[in-house]
């Protein structure tokens, strides 16, 4: 379908609203709502076909995400910088739609730039469950510990390092309330 026939779809639609319009009889009024809406529905899809034949290939913005394809330059200058592969950024919420609004001006520079710290963070990212995951293995190593770090040990396997500040609220919280006691 071309915009044409989408345009004489559209038109069609007035005469059938015009005469639900002046239709008296509520059985017959719903009967044109609901083939109002049909033809409505089909001239949507229509319109959605149309507009995605007519959408540019280039970065998309998915269900709140927008992806962008590396270059091959781009993509080895960001293996040679940090030894991590990255082929597509995916950014997502807030950050996909401002990146969405700016990229027809963008530079490459700034793609490449985000492309490194996204390869950062998944250097950062490794490292730290592999700090986690050598602590672990360190404080099960002990030999009979209390029960803190017994209970340390069991949030960073659940949670990682990110349940460990709540871990260290509730432990300071018991000992000052054994303090008091005390």
Do not use: C, F, Y
């Not at 949507?44 to 970065?59: D, M, R, S, W, Y």
């Not at 950024?89 to 530079?107: D, F, P, V």
């Not at 996204?118 to 009979?144: F, H, Q, S, W, Y």
């Amino acid at each position: 379908m071309d915009i044409d026939e989408l345009v004489a779809k559209q038109n069609a639609l007035g005469p059938l609203a015009e005469r639900m319009a002046n239709e008296k009889d509520p059985d017959e009024i719903l009967r044109l709502a609901a083939q109002l809406t049909a033809k409505a529905k089909e001239l949507e899809k229509a319109a959605l076909g149309i507009a995605a034949a007519a959408t540019p290939p280039g970065p998309r913005n998915v269900g709140g995400e927008l992806r962008i394809q590396l270059t091959p330059d781009q993509r080895k200058r960001v293996v040679e910088q940090t030894g991590v592969g990255v082929e597509t950024l995916e950014l997502s919420g807030a950050e996909a739609q401002a990146w969405e609004l700016k990229m027809q001006t963008m530079q490459k520079h700034i793609v490449e730039r985000r492309a490194l710290q996204i390869a950062a963070n998944r250097i950062a990212d490794a490292a730290l469950k592999k700090t986690v995951k050598d602590l672990i293995e360190l404080m099960e190593n002990i030999p009979d510990p209390p029960d803190e770090v017994k209970e340390a040990i069991q949030v960073l396997k659940e949670e990682g390092q990110a349940g460990l500040e709540e871990l260290a609220k509730r432990q300071i919280a018991r000992a000052e309330a054994a303090k008091q006691r005390g």
